[in-house]
């Protein structure tokens, strides 16, 4: 047992190159340029936000960790536009407002492609931790569950097409079916890093969700949910893009020997 954990703790320190100190410098300049562009709502007179603090401790571990350019692209990109059409959907129906009261906020919308690549990273170390067996049963006791929870939860907003909307995609997820590991790992690593993220945003009242809720269960859940679905969205696109570079196939009747 502890032979193993050593081999899993070394793996996951392998993740960490010299491509991690140039991100995390990178990552402080992005943290200096949104502080100051956004410093109107930084209000140091209450004193230190160690929570906040603690996740973006925790979330610069993860993004420093196991950089892989094209994958990360790839999945700020999808997430960027994943998290713009749920914020769309949450704000316009009212299921969650801000406190700026923007139907959404442009400054909430570069966290999601952050988050998407944060809780990859999550996701993949995981995978290296999570001891190999077939759990084809707790894939149907968390994602299949997540969907009537959910639609219960948003169904006095059912009278809205994104809401119609989001309950049909959340179907598809279900019916298109990836990899059980991976989407198990994606729905717990979305759904652990949503419980701070959640916690946070509605005790401070950053955001808040109709039920008045610090934070309601189907909200940190969604994290994982909408890590799964971000994940049939990436494979979509790779698998379109390893088309388009494939190389046409040639006509064999051409150049064939005459007889």
Same mark, same amino acid.
């Given at each position: ?24 410098? &990178? ?11 956004? %410093? %109107? ?9 160690? =929570? ?52 959404? $906020? ?24 999570? $001891? &190999?067996?077939? =759990? ?11 969907? $009537? ?91 379109? =893009? ?18």
């Amino acid at each position: 047992m502890w032979a193993a954990m050593k081999s899993a703790l070394t793996d996951l320190w392998r993740g960490y190159t010299r491509a991690s100190a140039l991100a995390l410098v &990178a990552l402080a300049l992005g943290y200096a340029i949104i502080a100051f562009t956004y %410093r %109107r709502y930084i209000d140091l007179s209450l004193g230190m936000d160690w =929570l906040l603090a603690g996740i973006w401790l925790f979330m610069t571990a993860l993004l420093c960790w196991g950089i892989e350019p094209r994958r990360d692209l790839i999945r700020a990109a999808v997430g960027f536009g994943g998290g713009l059409y749920i914020e769309a959907w949450g704000t316009q129906t009212e299921i969650w407002t801000y406190f700026t009261d923007e139907r959404p $906020p442009l400054w909430i919308l570069p966290a999601w492609p952050v988050a998407a690549i944060a809780i990859d990273r999550l996701s993949r170390a995981l995978d290296i931790v999570w $001891p &190999a067996k077939k =759990l084809d049963w707790l894939w149907w006791a968390l994602l299949p569950a997540f969907v $009537p929870l959910m639609t219960l939860f948003v169904w006095p907003h059912a009278d809205h097409s994104f809401t119609q909307l989001s309950i049909v995609l959340m179907v598809v997820v279900l019916l298109w079916r990836g990899d059980v590991r991976q989407d198990l790992t994606l729905m717990v690593a979305g759904a652990g890093l949503g419980i701070f993220l959640e916690y946070w945003g509605t005790s401070r009242y950053c955001w808040t969700y109709y039920t008045k809720e610090i934070p309601p269960i189907q909200a940190v859940l969604a994290h994982g949910f909408a890590s799964v679905a971000f994940q049939r969205v990436v494979y979509l696109g790779e698998n379109m =893009l390893s088309r388009l570079k494939r190389p046409p196939d040639r006509d064999r009747s051409i150049g064939t020997a005459r007889t």
